[in-house]
């Protein structure tokens, strides 16, 4: 029976997912890393956010739009091996400092773009390429992908398209990280029995996010989104110095 701890981040974590189809990993373990260390931490997060990634995928596919998440996708898979190597091997602390700060950063970007009112503006390739392979780093060090999210945030219409290429770019890079990871002894058999023991408390957070996101109001969604990403990023950083 795992944690109610981790119980209770799951169900957090995976509404934010259904609600607005990133973030999860933001909040499940800016939670988590108060008692657990990364290496713990990301392998159990992968186990759960494949499926809920291959579940809005299917239910949002009518929305995809190639020409944004294949080029992000392989940008993503290259800075996906250096950050599974940090995670195997970097210190933990700066670890954590760093995912504050990333997670401050990624909160930051989100409000100042909301008061420009400016979401869909477009970008250089110079700046798809640095926050592809960015995204690609954290998602190999914690499954990450709100930088990610920023850009994709500008190239979509609506919560719907936002939500099938993020999930999709998603599920390619988590299929790597399933292989990566048991090959580097980060993903083992204890790892996969937490997870799925955490499986059935993922649906609930998913399905109930993706019903609250058809009726609330997605400018609301960011806001309290902005505000507590904030407050676990500034909260891991002051912990961890």
């Given at each position: 029976m795992p944690d109610i701890i981790w119980i209770i981040a799951?169900?957090?974590?995976?509404?934010?997912?259904?609600?607005?189809g990133f973030s999860n990993t933001l909040f499940f373990t800016s939670v988590l890393s108060f008692g657990n260390n990364?290496?713990?931490?990301?392998?159990?997060e992968l186990i759960l956010t494949y499926p809920a990634n291959a579940v809005l995928t299917v239910k949002e596919r009518k929305s995809l739009?190639?020409?944004?998440?294949?080029?992000?996708?392989?940008?993503?898979?290259?800075?996906?091996v250096p950050g599974m190597l940090l995670l195997k091997n970097a210190d933990v602390t700066l670890i954590k400092i760093i995912f504050g700060a990333v997670t401050v950063f990624v909160a930051v970007e989100m409000?100042?773009?909301?008061?420009?009112?400016?979401?869909?503006?477009?970008?250089?390739?110079?700046?798809?390429?640095?926050?592809?392979?960015v995204s690609g780093v954290l998602c190999g060090l914690y499954?990450?992908?709100?930088?990610?999210?920023?850009?994709?945030?500008?190239?979509?219409?609506?919560?719907?398209g936002f939500k099938a290429n993020m999930s999709f770019i998603?599920?390619?890079?988590?299929?790597?990280?399933?292989?990566?990871?048991?090959?580097?002894?980060?993903?083992?058999?204890?790892?996969?029995?937490?997870g799925l023991g955490l499986i059935p408390a993922?649906?609930?957070?998913?399905?109930?996010?993706?019903?609250?996101?058809?009726f609330i109001k997605e400018?609301?969604?960011?806001?309290?989104?902005?505000?507590?990403l904030i407050i676990s990023g500034l909260s891991l950083i002051v912990s961890s110095l």
């Open positions: 799951t169900l957090c974590a995976f509404f934010v997912k259904g609600l607005c990364n290496i713990n931490i990301s392998p159990v739009k190639w020409r944004v998440c294949l080029p992000l996708t392989a940008l993503v898979l290259v800075g996906s409000l100042i773009r909301n008061l420009r009112k400016r979401e869909h503006e477009p970008a250089s390739r110079l700046f798809l390429g640095l926050i592809g392979l499954g990450v992908g709100a930088l990610l999210g920023a850009y994709v945030g500008r190239m979509t219409e609506d919560s719907h998603f599920v390619v890079e988590n299929t790597l990280r399933v292989v990566l990871y048991s090959v580097l002894g980060i993903l083992t058999l204890d790892v996969l029995k937490q993922m649906l609930v957070g998913l399905l109930l996010g993706m019903l609250c996101s058809k400018t609301i969604v960011r806001k309290l989104v902005i505000v507590m």
